[in-house]
């Protein structure tokens, strides 16, 4: 798991049409995933939402 906006991610494809490729701030869910959009409001929120994230992955391996 991780949150970056090092490259492009590649749009999630909806109808017949596909959106271009745009760099933006995403997150990955395992670090395999192409990523998903993460929107990016301050230094604080992403230190939140990361510690969040972990413990949300650490409780679902623990059962």
Do not use: C, T, W
């Amino acid at each position: 798991m991780g949150f970056d906006n090092a490259h492009a991610v590649k749009p999630r494809k909806r109808g017949k049409y596909k959106g271009r490729i745009v760099a933006y701030d995403h997150m990955h869910k395992p670090a395999a995933d192409k990523g998903m959009a993460y929107a990016f409001s301050s230094a604080q929120q992403l230190i939140e939402d990361f510690f969040n994230e972990v413990n949300r992955i650490l409780k679902e391996v623990s059962k």
